[in-house]
């Protein structure tokens, strides 16, 4: 049985920092891309930012690409989302998603897996 369990979430000041971690039980993170996304209310759940199974490859929505930071433990089997300078507009829960494929994966659609998100809150 695969589970995502995410954590790391909270409220913190404009500018501020917060790690989220994923950790997966039931697949193995090398042998998939794994993805973050978020969702705030009254919106779509969005691509954030993901790491591609295999070739150690990443990739980034444009709304984070220099201040968010995904990476990997593999001995751990987790996911890590650094996330730094945090505005109020990245206020949303963040999900942490899953899929066999070493294709660069983007669309919430092409995920199998999908924790149960952790909240996000920046104060201005």
């Known amino acids: 049985q695969v589970q995502l369990v995410e954590s790391g979430g909270g409220l913190v000041q404009d500018g501020g920092s917060l790690r989220l971690s994923c950790r997966a039980s039931?697949?193995?993170?090398?042998?998939?891309?794994m993805g973050w996304f978020r969702q705030a209310p009254g919106k779509e759940r969005e691509f954030v930012a993901a790491?591609?199974?295999?070739?150690?490859?990443?990739y980034y929505a444009d709304s984070v690409k220099g201040r968010f930071t995904i990476s990997r433990d593999m001995n751990k089997n987790t996911v890590f989302l650094q996330m730094n300078s945090l505005k109020p507009e990245d206020t949303a829960v963040y999900y942490c998603?899953?899929?066999?494929?070493?294709?660069?994966?983007?669309?919430?659609?092409?995920?199998?897996?999908w924790g149960r998100g952790t909240q996000v809150t920046v104060s201005s």
């Open positions: 998603a899953a899929v066999a494929s070493g294709l660069r994966s983007t669309e919430p659609r092409q995920y199998n897996y």
């Open positions: 039931g697949v193995t993170i090398s042998s998939y891309t």
């Open positions: 790491i591609s199974r295999g070739v150690l490859r990443t």
